[in-house]
């Protein structure tokens, strides 16, 4: 799976729109962007995913750039309940089961009042 | 209710000592995981079984040994803990991506066991 780059941290202010980056400059035409988020003390969440064209659901919005090297998680109205550490996924898909997940570093938000 | 969860929450044993996690599932899917998060916060794979079968089993030591008595079970067991086995371990679940559409995979993870080894 293609590796993913990220900012270490970035923080907005509640009820702002936070804007995560995702850089993934290898990434292969089978591979997918996927978004996964871990509040503290708490198992990873997913919270979206895409392939070429942009993405949303209740969560949150998924900007993927037209040659695909770079996206963008959008969460709309940021809350403090959203703060924490935002993973950026690239995973192709396996015709067999397995299907590992490859965590990087990820980026911290924190949503300050 | 829970859709993963995980037993006990919080383990703490000495060096030398054999200790088991377990993890339950209730959605009904066929893969099951479990990942290993240490205190730089990496989070790894370690197994994943779909329906009770072996299929990933990344360079983890021989002492862990995961156990899957059925499809909703997976099980950690773990022999001669050793200080380095302190961590924070997160069991999940998924469908089998064999049978679900080729775009669509998430992984439900479970709220972790804190494994501390003094």
């Known amino acids: 799976d293609a590796k993913t780059t990220q900012p270490t941290s970035m923080d907005c202010a509640e009820g702002r729109a936070a804007n995560l980056p995702c850089n993934h400059s290898?990434?292969?035409?089978?591979?997918?962007v996927y978004w996964y988020r871990q509040i503290h003390s708490q198992g990873p969440q997913y919270i979206i995913h895409?392939?070429?064209n942009n993405e949303t659901n209740e969560m949150a919005s998924l900007i993927i750039t037209e040659d695909r090297k770079s996206s963008t998680l959008i969460l709309p109205h940021a809350t403090l309940r959203d703060t924490a550490v935002y993973y950026c996924?690239?995973?192709?898909?396996?015709?067999?089961?397995?299907?590992?997940?490859?965590f990087g570093k990820g980026i911290t938000l924190s949503v300050r009042p | 209710d829970t859709a993963v969860s995980q037993t006990p929450k919080y383990l703490v044993t000495q060096m030398g000592n054999d200790k088991s996690i377990k993890c339950e599932q209730n959605?009904?899917?066929?893969?099951m995981y479990w990942y290993k998060q240490d205190s730089k916060k990496f989070l790894k794979i370690m197994f994943s079984?779909?329906?009770?079968?072996?299929?990933i089993n990344e360079t983890v030591p021989n002492r862990f040994s995961p156990k899957s008595p059925d499809k909703a079970h997976l099980n950690l067991h773990i022999n001669s803990l050793e200080l380095g086995d302190s961590a924070v371990y997160f069991c999940?679940?998924?469908?089998?991506?064999?049978?679900?559409?080729?775009?669509?995979?998430?992984?439900?993870f479970g709220p972790g066991t804190r494994l501390t080894v003094t």
């Open positions: 996924i690239v995973r192709a898909y396996y015709t067999g089961a397995n299907s590992k997940l490859t």
């Open positions: 999940a679940s998924s469908q089998d991506s064999r049978t679900q559409p080729r775009d669509h995979y998430e992984q439900y």
């Open positions: 290898t990434i292969s035409g089978n591979e997918y």
């Open positions: 959605l009904g899917h066929d893969t």
């Open positions: 895409g392939l070429k």
């Open positions: 079984y779909n329906n009770k079968e072996l299929i």
